[in-house]
């Protein structure tokens, strides 16, 4: 059996371009581009937990890097560096290999480099755990934060919303079952939001927890429309409002900027809709129907909700 080092050498050491020094001696050393600021986030995946036993290695390998991406676009920042590290139960090959494959496609794909990691033996029971930190830049002063929706402001969503969730409940539907596994971080649209929007998150616990986020650090509330929506076909209004793991972005933007933020859309063919608008007042958020009464508010995920 291969041992812990041919492992790492075999599926994880590939030279490191922009990196200083990348994986193979006891730390990488970075040198960020002058007039940028580092933007770092970590995400712990754990079998059970944030996926099935038995999960496709490859659309794992994927996954564990689009959410950390997604990290990276709601902060506007553009990803560079990636550690990773795992915990396995077994020196599976075959795992590897699919799950190194789902990782390189995708960080090749934006220009991510990985340097370094850990690699660890887990209990023959599992838990298999993937741990990522990522590593982005983004010029001084421009991080897109939570904090910064203003009353006035417009609130936007990219693309679609509830197709995980549909696909967790429906494995059978494709398309959803593939928002599910095959999340598309949108890293373009963050970069391109700096300077644009006031405040942004993704969409990883659910739209109406998430946009929560942006109200309780902006000290505002929020009226949406239900109907303005981009609801993934099939989804229902749980589904649209609190399900989890689409990362989509949700922003705000002052009103002037509507026509820059469709262009932008065109631009990107992604779409991007305006659903609601930031209020004075306190962290609320109120979502209507189409007969403007308010909708009864359903919870996002929560690991430690009672
Ligand atoms: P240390 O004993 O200093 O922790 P390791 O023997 O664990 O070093 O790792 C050797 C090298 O391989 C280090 O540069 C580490 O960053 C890298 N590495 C280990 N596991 C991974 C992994 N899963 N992906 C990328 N790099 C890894
Ligand atoms: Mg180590």
Known sequence: MASEFELIRKYFDRPARSAR??????????????????????????EGRHFRAGADARKLGHKALAVNLSDMAAMGAAPRWAT?????????????????????????????????????????????????????????????????ALPGDDIWVSGELGGAALGLAQ???????????????????????????????????????????????????????????????????????????????VFTARQERRAEIETLARELKLALARVGSIQKGEAALQVLDAERRAMPLVRGFDHFAP
């Open 84 to 148: 990773l590290a795992l915990a396995l139960p077994a020196a599976d090959e075959t795992w590897l290999e699919g799950f190194a494959r789902g990782f390189f496609t995708l960080a090749e794909r934006f220009g991510v480099e990985l340097i370094g990691g850990d690699t660890t033996r887990a209990p023959a029971s599992g838990p298999l755990s993937i741990c990522i930190t990522i590593l982005g830049e983004v010029p001084s002063g421009l991080a897109l934060y939570r904090a910064g």
């Open 171 to 249: 494995p059978a539907n494709a398309a959803a079952a593939r928002r599910l596994d095959e999340p598309e971080p949108r890293v373009e649209l963050g970069e391109r939001l700096r300077g644009v929007a006031t405040a942004a998150i993704d969409v990883s616990d659910g739209f109406a927890q998430d946009l929560g986020h942006i109200l309780e650090r902006s000290g505002v509330g929020a009226v949406v429309e239900y109907a303005r929506l981009p609801a993934f076909p099939g989804t229902d209004a749980q589904q649209v409002l609190a399900g989890g793991d689409d990362y989509e972005l």
């Open 21 to 46: 020094l990348g994986v193979g001696d006891d730390a990488a050393l970075l040198q960020p581009a002058a007039g940028m600021e580092l933007a770092v986030s970590t995400d712990l995946l754990i």
